[in-house]
């Protein structure tokens, strides 16, 4: 069965730090570009970043540039979204998707039809 699993979100005061997980099962993440995006209540969902599994290349939305990581580790079939310095505008729920694209990211990475295969979300709330 193919799957992505999110973990790692929870309630973290502003300048605080997250580490996301996108775990894969069923399929392996070498032959994908991989996917997070965010999607706050009221608001449309925005791609935040993109990872290719093949070379590393990565790609951010200029909010996040400079506090977010994205990285993969194909031993363990996944993917991370290190999350520093946090702000209450960051709350969201987090999804991880994957791109059958391995050479990405694509330019069209935010446009969420090219992703195959969507986790369930993990939610992240930034709050004092």
């Known amino acids: 069965q193919v799957q992505l699993v999110e973990s790692g979100g929870g309630l973290v005061q502003p300048g605080g730090s997250l580490r996301l997980s996108c775990a894969a099962s069923?399929?392996?993440?070498?032959?994908?570009?991989i996917g997070w995006f965010r999607q706050a209540p009221g608001k449309e969902r925005e791609g935040v970043s993109c990872?290719?599994?093949?070379?590393?290349?990565?790609v951010y939305t200029d909010s996040v540039k400079g506090r977010f990581t994205i990285s993969s580790d194909g031993a363990k079939n996944t993917v991370y979204l290190q999350m520093n310095s946090l702000k209450p505008e960051d709350t969201a729920v987090y999804y991880c998707?994957?791109?059958?694209?391995?050479?990405?990211?694509?330019?069209?990475?935010?446009?969420?039809?090219?992703?195959?295969?969507w986790g369930r979300g993990t939610q992240v709330t930034v709050s004092s």
């Open positions: 990872i290719s599994t093949y070379d590393g290349s990565t």
């Open positions: 998707a994957a791109d059958p694209y391995p050479w990405g990211p694509r330019s069209s990475w935010r446009d969420s039809q090219i992703y195959d295969y």
């Open positions: 069923g399929f392996t993440l070498d032959y994908y570009s």
